[in-house]
């Protein structure tokens, strides 16, 4: 449902009363074909998402996906092939290839930061630093780079952080709040050895180590010797993230997955058949 309301959002921000220059240009009655194809390596993901622009425009139009979402491409490579009416195909084309340069650009960030994860147990988690009315896709696009998703809002895991644990006066009293008020997993962030400790004491489901050095990464996870989750965050960059996996984290969150996307370069040409 989040999916099929972005398109629809998205087809009418960019189409609004009309595409005027296809319906002056274009005849009625012109088919085209189209192509995506990959103008870069990467790693697929929108495909399937940019179909459904393309029929979300006209119902008419038929996609023939060639490479599936979460697949390797490289330069040349076809994505798919789309077959219909031209006015229609020209005013999806912008749509479709946003969703789908956007998405494909996370899942090959993502694929490259997992990549430099191999022979480690850290699973590399995105976060909400995601662009407003797109959290469904940017989220879905990690996972077809081979990440995993944190939590998807405020509502399905409670993150109690530093400026929640100053208003309730402790961790464990935020933690003995939230208890006495819902069942939702909750992970808290610390700063210090000693808010570690108090952290692993109260049987949470994940910590996370708020900017902790490589050094002090290892003495935690030695530390907390497997009681808890621990998951890194702050500056994981993709120079740094293979060091960190190694102090042997359970989870990684990458904010920059969704946060500085760089599109993957990808066109759609167009063929006109009359």
Do not use: W
Not at 58 to 81: E, H, R, Y
Not at 91 to 119: D, K, P
Request: charged fraction near 20%; include cysteine; glycine fraction near 6%.
């Amino acid at each position: 449902m989040l999916i099929a309301d972005a398109i629809k959002s998205a087809i009418q921000e960019d189409v609004g009363s009309g595409d005027i220059t296809s319906v002056v240009c274009i005849p009625s009655t012109t088919d085209a074909t189209a192509k995506f194809i990959a103008k870069a390596s990467g790693i697929v993901s929108g495909i399937d998402v940019a179909a459904r622009v393309l029929s979300s425009v006209d119902p008419t139009i038929v996609t023939n996906i060639l490479i599936a979402d979460g697949s390797p491409v490289t330069k040349g490579d076809i994505i798919a092939i789309a077959n219909g009416p031209a006015r229609s195909m020209l005013t999806a084309e912008r749509t479709a290839l946003n969703f789908l340069q956007r998405m494909s650009g996370i899942a090959t960030a993502t694929h490259a930061y997992v990549a430099a994860t191999n022979g480690t147990k850290a699973i590399i988690l995105d976060t909400r630093k995601t662009a407003p009315g797109l959290r469904a896709t940017d989220k879905l696009a990690v996972v077809h780079g081979g990440g995993s998703n944190h939590r998807f809002g405020l509502y399905d895991m409670a993150m109690l952080k530093n400026n929640h644990i100053t208003a309730c006066g402790s961790i464990t009293a935020a933690v003995t709040a939230l208890r006495a008020e819902t069942q939702v997993p909750i992970e808290v962030e610390v700063r210090s050895f000693d808010e570690l400790e108090e952290a692993l004491s109260l049987n949470i489901e994940r910590i996370m180590l708020d900017h902790f050095s490589l050094n002090d990464m290892q003495r935690a996870v030695t530390i907390a010797a497997g009681r808890t989750p621990l998951e890194a965050s702050g500056n994981m960059t993709i120079e740094r993230i293979s060091a960190v996996a190694a102090t042997g984290i359970d989870f990684i969150s990458v904010g920059a997955l969704t946060h500085s996307v760089t599109a993957l370069d990808i066109s759609f040409t167009f063929d006109p058949t009359h």
